[in-house]
């Protein structure tokens, strides 16, 4: 009967993204963000797990020990939280759009386990703040013995597509080498923000000939590690470029996770010949993801490495064709 009184009625119990207790978790989040990210110079567990459950399973106590909402009410509250601490974030430029929308499914998810959490624990004893407290505290302390702990070598990742040239693999050679200018990009994914390669430029000749593969935010140095003329072309990646150029009210925002924590290593081209004289060509990239929990992020970097493999095996084919 309490329970329908209450959420018959009006909801003054339901905090505002100005509440003393947003405002904490704003602070909560941001100092994760700076201990994780810019002290130890860690994406762990500790923030892209721990904190959104932290702040999910907090959220739902602090509204449902007052206030015994149903399970929809707390999952508001604890959305309109990461919401607003979100874009607390980019107001501090410590992060852009881009990079917080990759992470929301992630967050999100996290949030609704903790707020469900939460919620369990305030309806039975909603008097009981030590545990929210003991939560909290373990955040920076589980920060910390992320940073210590010795963790395994991340997996170099291979991305490998391919695509039929109507032209010969000779044809097809001088085009991956090096290819013109692309056309400015259609896709969205690169229209906001991704990326994408412009044009690729050689200097030098065999093994040791440095090739330049010029993209939006930059230059990939690529010294020739094999050549063989009309059947593969391999290099390793020396220096790269940002992948992506973040949303954000405030110019030239970096985040330390655009620089090496996301690397492309290698990549090589092979050229087979087809029976009617066609070529298939076909791309592999190798890349190296430095953020937690892997097999997310991985997520992201096939699919973005597989749109940049199909933009310039495209215009190879285009080209080689003409």
């Given at each position: 009967m309490v329970h329908k009184k209450a959420s018959e009625g009006k909801h003054p119990l339901t905090p505002s993204p100005t509440?003393?207790?947003?405002?904490?978790?704003?602070?909560?989040?941001?100092?994760?963000?700076?201990?994780?990210?810019?002290?130890?110079?860690?994406?762990g567990a500790s923030l892209f797990i721990g904190?959104?459950?932290?702040?999910?399973a907090v959220t739902a106590f602090l509204f449902n020990r007052r206030y015994p909402a149903s399970i929809r009410e707390t999952l508001q509250v604890v959305a309109m939280t990461i919401f607003c601490i979100a874009g607390i974030?980019?107001?501090?430029?410590a992060e852009g759009a881009l990079c917080l929308?990759?992470?929301?499914?992630?967050a999100?998810?996290?949030?609704?386990?903790?707020?469900?959490?939460?919620?369990?624990?305030?309806?039975?004893?909603n008097k009981l703040t030590t545990g929210?407290?003991?939560?909290?505290?373990?955040?920076?302390?589980?920060?910390?013995?992320?940073?210590?702990?010795?963790?395994?070598?991340?997996?170099?990742?291979?991305?490998?597509?391919?695509?039929?040239?109507a032209a010969s693999a000779e044809d097809v050679w001088k085009q991956v080498v090096a290819f013109p200018a692309l056309p400015e990009p259609t896709d969205l994914v690169f229209r906001i923000g991704i990326a994408y390669p412009r044009y690729a430029e050689i200097r030098g000749t065999g093994v040791g000939a440095v090739r330049y593969c010029v993209f939006s935010t930059g230059a990939f140095v690529e010294p020739i590690t094999r050549w063989e003329p009309n059947r593969r072309l391999s290099f390793d990646v020396t220096s790269s470029p940002p992948p992506l150029t973040e949303w954000s009210?405030?110019?030239?925002?970096?985040?330390?996770?655009?620089?090496?924590?996301?690397?492309?290593?290698?990549?090589?081209?092979?050229?087979?010949t087809l029976p009617d004289g066609h070529t298939r060509l076909e791309g592999s990239t190798w890349y190296e993801m430095k953020l937690y929990p892997e097999g997310y992020w991985s997520l992201?970097?096939?699919?973005?490495?597989?749109?940049?493999?199909?933009r310039v095996l495209q215009h190879i084919k285009q080209t080689a064709e003409e």
């Open positions: 509440t003393p207790n947003s405002r904490y978790r704003g602070k909560l989040t941001l100092g994760m963000l700076t201990l994780s990210v810019f002290a130890l110079e860690l994406y904190t959104p459950f932290v702040i999910g974030t980019m107001m501090v430029s929308a990759m992470a929301a499914p992630l999100a998810a996290l949030a609704a386990m903790g707020a469900i959490l939460g919620r369990t624990v305030a309806l039975h004893d929210a407290m003991l939560a909290i505290m373990t955040l920076p302390m589980s920060a910390v013995l992320d940073a210590n702990r010795s963790l395994p070598a991340t997996n170099i990742r291979e991305v490998r597509s391919s695509i039929d040239i009210p405030f110019a030239n925002v970096t985040p330390p996770h655009l620089d090496g924590y996301f690397s492309s290593k290698r990549s090589e081209f092979r050229l087979v992201f970097g096939d699919r973005l490495i597989s749109k940049i493999h199909g």
